[in-house]
């Protein structure tokens, strides 16, 4: 009879929890950049998640809404309430839309777990705890803390953070630091200002910013400066000018950017997210759209050598690049290079409409996602489209699904192709870059940005697609 009561009172209590709300599995990521070792608790209870070196935490069986604490250590950083089975906590979401906030406790957290503020994964699983230095309620939770510390006119947070080997360092949190940690992290923090800086079809440089909250695009093409308001088109991807006088295209994300102005010009651009360019020794992969693929090696001794296969054959060259304004460099027989840095992958675009990537082995797990794309082709009058396309694992490998949402031309198309990843071409390992195979076509995916640029070249007509993983929010 004890065994029948036992298993009816559990048997009761799973019923009133389906019942009254909704039971499911939560999975997550807390990022500042990713960071691994925060601790993941249902608030008023024992029961945590320590994230892992991908910022992930997953919780089964939990009901919805559920009410969480993130702590370093035995501090608390923050409460929320999550009302859905995946959810994404960043410092935008800590700050709630406050970006100024958002900077400063994504910079207080690298400065915790002593990273630079381009790092792309933070350890804070030594932490014990942390003390905020002049906070007048040091109960209340550390983003809190902070945020009445700022309210107050105070630019610097100090703090105190006590590891668990019993150690203590002395931590300054300046607005400096937040600024930086801004302009590399302009998704975490919701940062409103987004520049951007490419180069047109024609080879010109040019620079661009977006205003997420009004809505407005100021760029410099030929010599103009020029500002229009956008509307979303599809997705927070795709937008096209508010007044519908043009048939401007404007694809957008947190790390590439094009503007089609309706005929065969348009400009190629990364998000700027450094003052000075660099070259530091690095060999990257790069694609055009002539079906061009190759690898170059960038010195920072203002030399260059690379490898070219295209449908002339194989060809080695090696030279001198130039940096002019500190904007860019000019690598002969290239074209003009715009260099963007990574934490784990730094990138480029050249001015023929090249996309270069740093040369790293990749796995189907750093790529599978959905993608919102643009499409065009290289020609005169160009089809263009734009649409949904998803990456999955299949096996050691992936396979990429498309299908057009629109087509300039009134039509649309769907389809599939098996990736190779990180091919031998030519007897040339291409580590990072991923072939769609049976096709003279190539694709390098950035999963720090989520950027993804597609060229290919089939019977002479040259494609460029370019898609992202992470929408403008």
Partial sequence: MKRIFVGFFFLLVFFMYSCSDDVATVKGTVEASYLKGVNVCLQGTDTCKKTDENGQFEFKYMVLPAHLQLKLGNTILAEITVNKKDTRITPKVLAGDNETLASYIGAFLHNAAGCDMSADTCDLSNIDNITIKDADNKTEVLTKQIETLLKAGQSDIECSVDDTDNKTAEIKTTKE????????????????????????????????????????????????????????????????????????????????????????????????????????????????PDGTIGKISLYSDKTWKSTIINSDGEAEESGNWELYNNQYIEVPGYGKVYMQPGPKRSSFIISSVGYGLEAKEITADDIVGTYYYFTTDVAENPVICYGKAQITKTGDSAKLSYNDAWCSDGSSDSGSYDLELNPTIDDIKFSGTIKLKDMNAYMLVNPDTGVSVLTANEDGDHTVLVGTSKPIQ
């Fill in 177 to 288: 630091d937040a600024d930086k940690y801004d302009k590399f992290n302009p998704e975490m923090t919701g940062k409103a200002q987004l520049p951007m800086a490419g180069f047109s079809f024609g080879g010109e440089f040019s620079t661009l910013t977006y205003d997420k909250n009004n809505k407005k695009l100021t760029y410099t093409f030929e010599n103009d400066n020029i500002t229009q308001t956008l509307q979303n088109s599809y997705k927070n991807v795709i937008f096209k000018d508010s007044d519908n006088e043009t048939n401007n295209l404007y694809f957008l994300s947190y790390g590439l950017d094009v503007f089609q102005n309706g005929d065969s010009d348009f400009i190629f651009a990364l998000q700027n997210t450094t003052d000075n360019i660099t070259v530091d020794n690095k060999t990257y992969n790069y694609i055009e």
